[in-house]
Nanobody, 119 residues
Framework: QVQLAESGGGLVQAGGTLRLSCAAS????????MGWYRQAPGKQRELVAS???????NYADSVKGRFTISRDNAEFTVYLQMNSLKPEDTGVYYC?????????????WGQGTQVTVSS
């Protein structure tokens, strides 16, 4: 069974920092591409940042220079360091995996963690 367990969300003032974690199980983590998405109220879910198994990273233009995605393959965990947070960063943040398993690769989502940035 595949599980993606997010943690680290919360309420923070504008300009503050948060670090999100996503612990994965049930997939071959070191071979899986990982990402963070977010969904603000009334808006579609959007990609925030992604990191491939080779550690190539990609960021939404709105977070470049402020957010950093990283992974620890020994801990089966992907992180999102969020600095200089803005009210428009508010939303539910979801961990995503193109999860590699012996029987194939499928898309998996975590339950989400709320991030609220107050002005």
């Amino acid at each position: 069974q595949v599980q993606l367990a997010e943690s680290g969300g919360g309420l923070v003032q504008a300009g503050g920092t948060l670090r999100l974690s996503c612990a994965a199980s049930g997939i071959i983590f070191g071979l899986s591409d990982m990402g963070w998405y977010r969904q603000a109220p009334g808006k579609q879910r959007e990609l925030v940042a992604s990191i491939t198994s080779d550690r190539n990273t990609n960021y939404a233009d709105s977070v470049k220079g402020r957010f950093t995605i990283s992974r620890d393959n020994a801990e089966f965990t992907v992180y999102l360091q969020m600095n200089s947070l803005k009210p428009e960063d508010t939303g539910v943040y979801y961990c995503h995996a193109d999860g590699v398993r012996i029987d194939g690769t499928l898309s998996y989502w975590g339950q989400g963690t709320q991030v609220t940035v107050s002005s």
